[in-house]
């Protein structure tokens, strides 16, 4: 048998502490390594995954725009580009959209449009961001600072200057950092990667009024929330508030690597020609991606599907930390959930993996689940017995 993993090791560079399981083709939620093992998928690609795989309508969608048209530049529109922008605007309730290729360009994207946004009106490039203790926001030397995890950061200096960092649903902790020279305020409604931390209702929308009280944009990133994950389009919906700008990635192209920012008319309108761009970004391959992956969630009626088999999730794993002493609680919304233990989430996640599912950690302690969110109650039940089987070990 072929040892792709060895084989790996020798042609990447070591990014990665990678799981000794070869994935060779996926099926609906599942994934299929090279020996031919099934793993119920649990994590759908760190949240990208949103329609499983080989979903039809999507695949079709695809290879029909693969023999169109794949790649033009921005120099020119495509009616495809137009149609992804125009659904964009629609789910988000927002003006104008850029399309880049991932998360952290899209952070990147909003980092600089709120900073030409504070130069427009003070003359000057000398702005502060206020970011969140526990966040993720890319790798990028810019992305990586609003990220506010030390671990990500220390060997990489120097990163960009004037970010500092608040506690999440701290409003205190958030006033006592605006000055004159803050720009925005960025955060994920549910924090992901550091551990599964929703934002409080009155903590998200005591930032709009801070925002609009001190002209600040308020940037959040639903790059792993957004596009339905939470049961709502956008996550902010359930707060009754919108941002200035959103950021997005990961779930709006389904598998084909694009992200966007998008903003809001009045910070729309301090980008020019020439401010910003990407070769990639937007291309009618990935357009096709996004404008598709929106008719499916509106056709198919993914969101309903997403607000009740989330319920039954929510429910069995509230019953696993009931029954479970290691199992200290549950945070999380809709199909985005963490069970945060009283111990290293990693020797569970990779238990579950030998067991055939894949699941996440977050933080240190958090099992993240991020399904596909076409997942079923019977597959929320397979989960349920393979993790109690692993917690009673
Ligand atoms: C994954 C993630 C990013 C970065 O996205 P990439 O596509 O990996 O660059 C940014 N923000 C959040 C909230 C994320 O979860």
């Given amino acids: ?202 903590f998200m929308q005591d930032l709009r009024a801070l925002c609009n009280e001190h002209d600040i944009c308020l940037i959040l990133d639903e790059v792993q929330c957004g596009m339905g994950r939470t049961g709502t389009i956008m996550t902010y919906f359930q707060y009754d508030i919108l941002p200035d700008i959103v950021c997005l990635a990961k779930g709006i192209g389904c598998g084909i690597p694009v992200g966007a920012f998008v903003a809001n008319k009045k910070w729309a309108q301090a980008m020019e020609p020439g401010d910003h761009g990407s070769t990639y970004g937007g291309n009618p391959f990935a357009c096709m991606a996004v404008k598709t992956v929106f008719d499916i969630l509106e056709k198919d009626q993914i969101l309903p599907h997403v607000q009740k088999v989330s319920q039954y999730l929510i429910q069995r794993l509230d019953e696993v930390v009931e029954q479970f002493d290691c199992v200290i609680e549950r945070r999380g919304l809709g199909l985005m959930q963490g069970l945060v233990l009283n111990q290293e989430a990693k020797s569970v996640v990779k238990a579950l993996l030998n067991d055939g599912v894949i699941v996440v950690t977050a933080g240190s302690n958090v099992i993240r689940m991020l399904p596909p969110l076409i997942i079923t109650p019977q597959h929320v039940d397979e989960f349920i017995e393979k993790l109690k089987k692993i917690l009673k070990k």
């Fill in 1 to 202: 048998m072929e040892d792709w993993y060895t084989r790996g090791e020798n042609a990447f560079l070591k990014a990665y502490g990678r799981y000794d399981v070869v994935l060779e083709k996926g099926e609906g939620v599942y994934l299929y390594d090279t020996n031919g093992r099934r793993y119920l998928d649990f994590y759908a690609g760190i949240g990208v995954n949103s329609l499983g795989y080989h979903y039809p309508a999507y695949v079709e969608a695809m290879q029909k725009q693969m023999a169109t048209l794949t790649h033009v530049s921005n120099y020119f529109y495509t009616p495809i580009a137009v149609e992804a922008a125009e659904a964009v605007k629609k789910a988000t309730q927002l003006e104008a959209v850029f399309f880049c290729n991932s998360g952290t360009e899209a952070t990147e994207g909003a980092l600089k449009l709120a900073r030409k946004y504070y130069y427009l009106k003070h003359g000057k490039a000398d702005s502060e961001i206020i970011s969140f203790h526990h966040s993720f926001h890319g790798r990028s030397t810019g992305s990586v600072k609003l990220t506010g995890n030390p671990a990500y950061q220390k060997a990489f200096g120097p990163l960009i200057d004037g970010v500092c960092y608040a506690t999440l649903n701290d409003i205190e902790s958030v006033k006592s950092l605006i000055n004159e020279r803050t720009a925005a305020i960025i955060v994920e409604p549910v924090q992901g990667e550091g551990g599964v931390y929703p934002c409080d209702k009155a």
